[in-house]
């Protein structure tokens, strides 16, 4: 063997190591390509809703202009998310300071994609693969990196500025006490279109489909429910929301009535997450991912109680003669009455005689 062939020997193994090394740095850099992106919308005055859905929709448009074939929707999707986050909205009041702020943004960016990316590497490990198809699973990363880093932010801010809070109530009065109903059912009926919007875009890149249908939906919301009503901005926040819900799989929530469901469920989870919420990026993502957690939980619980009470019929026909007796099961309801051998037949459902 001559040292090229040695050489390629172990050249060759370290391949796909390198090309799973390039993507998963990919996946990182489009988380925050779509977090930095939606910042920098969101600094130039542009509402959130807009912003993200904004960000997410020029880059797919981008990405099919240019053919590019390494798009990844999710990625950046979950990393516009991270940049809804508004530090003063989150704290209410703080040091005002560009750079800081800047610098604040591009820490939620970094921890939300480290996030993603060890998510993706070791969901295949974890118990249902981390909730793998759930809606609302992007922000709850998303959700958790902006958090973490407000957190601990203000937590060093504290021990500068004795006087800061760290922990902020906020007014939900908006949220939680005008028209709730209708914020509910606004909510609820994103989540129905994002789903119906779904079925219909058909893409080899995977999910394009959700991802385009929520970003859709959701610039629709944001440009068209402010105008509407006094309450239109909320209600944009609540149609937002419910689209994550919305791009649950199938397999996860496989009716259109438990999309709707779900999207309702969303609603009242992001009334109450506003009272501390708010600020933080993703937490409209986290409330459709706390909704469709427990709706998916609720209904697995009633069809196992289905399951456990079904009446299973314990059918036994004994067919006495005079000199044996032969016993007989079957898993059906119903057994059809014999006489056998001039014998006795008699059809037993539960250990009690039914003749």
């Known amino acids: 063997m001559n040292c090229s ?3 390629t020997q172990t050249t060759l193994p370290s391949r796909p190591l390198r090309d799973k090394v390039n993507s998963q740095s990919s996946i990182f850099l489009h988380v925050i390509l779509g977090s930095i992106a939606t910042s920098l919308l969101g600094v130039r005055g542009v509402d959130p809703v807009l912003a993200s859905s904004g960000a997410t929709i020029l880059y797919l448009l981008v990405a099919f202009a240019l053919h590019f074939k390494g798009q990844q929707p999710s990625a950046v999707f979950c990393g516009s998310f991270a940049g809804m986050t508004s530090f003063w909205g989150f704290f209410k009041r703080a040091p005002f300071n560009p750079g800081f702020a800047l610098l ?27 909730f793998s198809g759930y ?8 959700f958790i990196g ?17 006087d800061f809070q760290v922990v902020v109530l906020k007014d939900s009065t908006a949220f939680s006490e005008k028209a709730p109903l209708a914020m509910i ?23 394009l489909n959700v991802v385009l249908s929520a970003s859709v939906c959701g610039l629709v919301g944001g440009i068209f429910l402010p105008p509407l009503f006094p309450l239109g901005a909320v209600a944009s926040l609540y149609w937002y929301a419910g689209t994550f819900a919305g791009m649950s799989s199938t397999s996860i929530l496989d009716s259109h009535r438990g999309i709707f469901l779900a999207g309702a469920i969303t609603g009242v989870f992001l009334a109450g997450l506003h009272h501390y919420g708010s600020g933080a990026g993703g937490v409209l993502g986290f409330s459709a991912f706390l909704a469709v957690i427990v709706l998916k939980s609720v209904a697995e619980f009633v069809n196992r109680n ?9 059918l036994s026909i004994r067919l006495s003669t005079g000199r044996f007796t032969e016993r007989y099961e079957w ?25």
């Open 306 to 314: 289905k399951a456990n009470t079904t009446t299973h019929y314990d």
């Open 5 to 7: 062939q040695r050489q």
């Open 135 to 142: 809606g609302g699973r992007l922000g709850a990363i998303a």
């Open 146 to 162: 902006s958090v973490a880093c407000l957190l601990i932010s203000g937590l060093l801010i504290h021990l500068v500025l004795n």
């Open 331 to 355: 898993g059906d309801d119903s057994v059809t009455q014999n006489q056998t051998n001039g014998g006795r037949c008699e059809v037993y459902s539960h250990g009690k005689r039914t003749r």
């Open 185 to 207: 059912l606004v909510s609820a009926a994103g989540s129905l279109l994002t789903r119906i919007l779904a079925m219909y875009v058909d893409s080899t890149v995977p999910g």
């Open 104 to 130: 604040i943004y591009l820490c939620i960016a970094i921890v939300t994609g480290l996030l993603y990316v060890s998510i993706l590497r070791f969901e295949h490990k974890l118990p249902k693969r981390l």
